[in-house]
């Protein structure tokens, strides 16, 4: 027993160092997005492509056991979920910055883990508890009175919400490769299939955009950053995948959970010293503190629910058997 916390430690490390460098990912992509004005759905179609060519050649979903209609199909569909998701948190992370984007997915995954439970009776409370988190992600960045001018002009509760839609897509998507595949080899294959879809989602959006987005009778050309596009193709979509796997698998430890969120702040922390953002540490504590506890909340409810459950389960099934039991001849 004692052995067990450094058995995981080096698992923590990994799970730390690559959720350090996908919140670095996502730092070089908004810088990269409002310094040469890219489009979005060009810029991710372009790092999926790489990256569900890897996820294929990696995972092979066509050779093994056969995948049934049943598992391939509601991939597709969380392919173009998950099309969507990476159009909405794109646009999201340009207009609203790097700290509410990301905070956006936690504040997702308590609807997420919430989803199960709000045709209960306490429904409406957790439901306002958790829009209550989501609003308070404008907190961080109110340094000073022209910035705080500034933020309530450009940002209001419109822009505010694609990023908080992109993370409603984001447990979404989630939830239903968790539902589709409970074998970890098997969810590794169809994540391939659902990257790929995703990619073949994006592509008509990618080309609309660029038609769009390019004057008539000019050709801009957009200056390429090779750190923004390797970064978020491999730290940003393919390891932190299997860095989340490893996570769920070996230290039980999901995305929903206030573990996962107390990481991520860390390593926000770090990254907007680095990049000298407007960044408030004060704020930005107290908007985690109240995101971790609807995270926990949240989660503390559905295990009542699971363990109400498992034991009617067992109840039902001693009952069954006295009955079985009362039955025998004696």
Same mark, same amino acid.
């Given at each position: 027993?004692?052995?067990?916390?450094?058995?995981?430690?080096?698992?923590?490390?990994?799970?730390?160092?690559?959720?350090?460098?996908?919140?670095?990912?996502?730092?070089?992509?908004?810088?990269?997005?409002?310094?040469?004005?890219?489009?979005?759905?060009?810029?991710?179609?372009?790092?999926?492509?790489?990256?569900?060519?890897?996820?294929?050649?990696?995972?092979?979903?066509?050779?093994?056991?056969?995948?049934?209609?049943?598992?391939?199909?509601?991939?597709?569909?969380?392919?173009?979920?998950?099309?969507?998701?990476?159009?909405?948190?794109?646009?999201?992370?340009?207009?609203?910055?790097?700290?509410?984007?990301?905070?956006?997915?936690?504040?997702?995954?308590?609807?997420?883990?919430?989803?199960?439970?709000?045709?209960?009776?306490?429904?409406?409370?957790?439901?306002?508890?958790?829009?209550?988190?989501?609003?308070?992600?404008?907190?961080?960045?109110?340094?000073?009175?022209?910035?705080?001018?500034?933020?309530?002009?450009?940002?209001?509760?419109?822009?505010?919400?694609?990023?908080?839609?992109? +993370? =409603?897509?984001? !447990?979404?998507?989630?939830?239903?490769? /968790?539902?589709? $595949? @409970?074998?970890?080899?098997?969810?590794?294959?169809?994540?391939?299939?659902?990257?790929?879809?995703?990619?073949?989602?994006?592509?008509?959006?990618?080309?609309?955009?660029?038609?769009?987005?390019?004057?008539?009778?000019?050709?801009?050309?957009?200056?390429?950053?090779?750190?923004?596009?390797?970064?978020?193709?491999?730290?940003?979509?393919?390891?932190?995948?299997?860095?989340?796997?490893?996570?769920?698998?070996?230290?039980?430890?999901?995305?929903?959970?206030?573990?996962?969120?107390?990481?991520?702040?860390?390593?926000?922390?770090?990254?907007?010293?680095?990049?000298?953002?407007?960044?408030?540490?004060?704020?930005?504590?107290?908007?985690?503190?109240?995101?971790?506890? +609807? =995270?926990?909340? !949240?989660?503390?409810?559905?295990?009542? /629910?699971?363990? $109400? @459950?498992?034991?009617?389960?067992?109840?039902?099934?001693?009952?069954?058997?006295?009955?079985?039991?009362?039955?025998?001849?004696?």
């Amino acid at each position: 027993m004692i052995l067990c916390p450094c058995r995981h430690t080096p698992l923590q490390i990994i799970h730390i160092f690559g959720n350090f460098m996908r919140i670095w990912s996502v730092y070089s992509m908004y810088r990269y997005l409002n310094q040469t004005g890219a489009p979005v759905i060009l810029f991710l179609f372009c790092c999926l492509v790489p990256a569900s060519i890897l996820f294929l050649l990696l995972q092979k979903p066509w050779k093994g056991r056969p995948l049934s209609n049943q598992q391939v199909v509601p991939s597709i569909i969380n392919g173009g979920i998950t099309a969507l998701y990476f159009i909405m948190w794109g646009k999201g992370l340009k207009s609203c910055g790097p700290v509410r984007a990301i905070l956006a997915e936690y504040s997702g995954a308590v609807l997420g883990v919430l989803s199960a439970v709000l045709y209960g009776r306490r429904g409406h409370l957790w439901k306002k508890h958790c829009c209550y988190c989501e609003l308070n992600l404008e907190l961080p960045w109110k340094d000073s009175p022209d910035a705080e001018v500034q933020t309530e002009q450009v940002l209001g509760m419109k822009e505010m919400a694609v990023p908080i839609f992109a +993370g =409603i897509l984001s !447990a979404l998507r989630r939830v239903i490769a /968790r539902r589709v $595949s @409970l074998k970890n080899q098997l969810k590794r294959r169809l994540h391939a299939i659902t990257i790929a879809s995703a990619t073949c989602f994006l592509f008509p959006a990618a080309m609309w955009s660029t038609i769009v987005g390019s004057p008539s009778g000019s050709s801009v050309e957009l200056p390429f950053s090779t750190w923004a596009f390797l970064s978020t193709s491999f730290f940003g979509i393919i390891l932190i995948f299997y860095v989340d796997s490893i996570a769920e698998e070996r230290l039980h430890m999901v995305f929903s959970s206030p573990r996962h969120l107390m990481a991520a702040g860390g390593c926000i922390i770090i990254m907007e010293i680095v990049y000298k953002m407007d960044f408030s540490l004060t704020g930005f504590l107290i908007c985690c503190l109240i995101l971790g506890f +609807g =995270i926990y909340e !949240a989660t503390s409810l559905e295990r009542t /629910r699971k363990d $109400s @459950l498992q034991s009617s389960d067992l109840s039902n099934g001693v009952l069954d058997d006295q009955i079985q039991m009362s039955s025998l001849p004696t």
